[in-house]
């Protein structure tokens, strides 16, 4: 294999520890926020993105939101980011 083979993404999801769970809102429509989808971008940084449905139920799309700018939100960010470079590390190939 080539060292030269370009990986387009690499991106994780997780689930938000109930107690940093938050609610946000769009066209009138509120959403609790459950899952984070983390990515590591070309330049090293990470991107995270929150994501799930309407707290009313219904078929509402599955919609991202931005994560609030709070220590404990980009603190479990670089968390999993790291567990999950750990896992990747340990993969005993295809399955």
Known sequence: MSSDLEVSALAINVTIPQALRWTDT????????????????????????????????GRGAYVSFPVPDEPELAALVVEVAGRAGTLWAAHRGLG
């Open 26 to 57: 769009r066209r009138g429509e509120e959403f609790q926020l459950t899952t984070l989808n983390v990515r590591l971008l070309p330049d090293g940084h990470l991107a995270a993105k929150a994501y799930d449905r309407p707290v009313g139920g």
